[in-house]
Nanobody
Framework: QVQLVESGGGLVQAGGSLRLSCAVS????????MGWYRQAPGKQRELVAS???????NYADSVKGRFTISRGNAKNTVYLQMNSLKPEDTAVYYC???????????WGQGTQVTVSS
C-alpha cells in the first residue's frame, strides 16, 4: 500500500511560479532516484527533472535555469520549484520514485499544471 502523494499543481499566469511536492506514504521506505515527469496532450511522457539519493540532479533542456528539484531530509520526498513558467509547461506532472535496492518503481496519480498566456 505504497502511494506517492502529490500536491502543488494549479493554474498560474506565464512568468509565475509553482512548487510541486511528492511524498511517499510510508516514511520507513528508502527511495533511490526520484523525479518528475510530465505529459501534455498528444505528446509522450517526458522526464522533467530527477535527483538521486546522493543529490545528483538532471534536467530537461527546456527547463534548465527555471526549475529546481530537491529532496527532503528523509529522502522519500521530492519537490519541484518551477519559476518563470511558460504556456508550453502546461501538462500533467507525475512524481516517480525507485525503491532502494530494487527495481520497484512507483508513480503518483499526476497533478495538472496549467500556465496561461
Amino acid at each position: 500500500q505504497v502511494q506517492l502523494v502529490e500536491s502543488g499543481g494549479g493554474l498560474v499566469q506565464a512568468g509565475g511560479s509553482l512548487r510541486l511536492s511528492c511524498a511517499v506514504s510510508r516514511t520507513s521506505l528508502s527511495m533511490n532516484t526520484m523525479g518528475w515527469y510530465r505529459q501534455a496532450p498528444g505528446k509522450q511522457r517526458e522526464l522533467v527533472a530527477s535527483i538521486t539519493s546522493g543529490g545528483r540532479t538532471n534536467y530537461a533542456d527546456s527547463v534548465k535555469g527555471r526549475f529546481t528539484i530537491s529532496r527532503g531530509n528523509a529522502k522519500n520526498t521530492v519537490y519541484l520549484q518551477m519559476n518563470s513558467l511558460k504556456p508550453e509547461d502546461t501538462a500533467v506532472y507525475y512524481c516517480n520514485a525507485d525503491l532502494q535496492f530494487s527495481r520497484v518503481n512507483y508513480w503518483g496519480q499526476g497533478t495538472q499544471v496549467t500556465v496561461s498566456s
